[in-house]
């Protein structure tokens, strides 16, 4: 089953997946969300930060009796998660050097529940967590880039001088 319908690309892009990881599918939901539509390295730089440093990701959709977190609402720590991603995308990122991409990249994220396996034992009716993830890196175009940079030049022009 390939999962190309759910993240077509019109321009030079690169592709990576993995299926049926032993991860969470709710908390792999949250993470690809947290980093959807991002810069390869900003991906990258938030994913190594929840691993080395302990910062929480947000939860927005399954953060039923989640505690809160400093700085946000609902949030944990799920660091094998984010390892395996951080794989994944790092996969995708050779990819795209083999094809002679850019180094402006833009993250496309998607995950999937994977197939179902029983575990192992006496009780055999316990369904093992599999999820499937698959990402694609895009060229981001000049247009984009340049408006980035606008938005951050007003809002650097917008803040009031600091006083020395």
């Known amino acids: 089953m390939t999962l190309n319908y759910a993240l077509k690309s019109t321009g030079p892009h690169s ?11 709710k908390q792999s939901e949250e993470v690809c969300r947290w980093i959807r539509d991002l810069h390869v390295e900003a991906a990258k730089k938030k994913l190594n930060s929840v691993i080395n440093d302990g910062r929480p990701v947000p939860y927005t ?8 977190r400093k700085g946000m609402a609902a949030g944990r720590y799920p660091v094998k998660t984010c390892t395996k991603i951080l794989s994944i995308i790092e996969s995708a990122e050779k ?8 180094k ?11 197939g179902n396996t029983n575990r192992y034992g006496r009780q055999s009716r316990i ?7 698959e990402v694609v890196l895009e060229e981001m175009k000049k247009e984009d880039i340049k408006q980035k940079k606008e938005r ?9 001088e600091a006083k020395k």
């Open 15 to 25: 592709k990576a997946m993995n299926k049926d990881l032993p991860i969470s599918p």
């Open 61 to 68: 959709r399954h953060n039923w009796d989640i505690g809160h």
């Open 95 to 102: 990819n795209a050097q083999q094809k002679g991409l850019g």
């Open 104 to 114: 402006d990249l833009k993250l496309r994220i998607l995950c999937h529940k994977g």
């Open 127 to 133: 369904i093992a967590k599999r999820t499937t993830i």
């Open 152 to 160: 951050k030049n007003k809002k650097e022009a917008a803040k009031p």
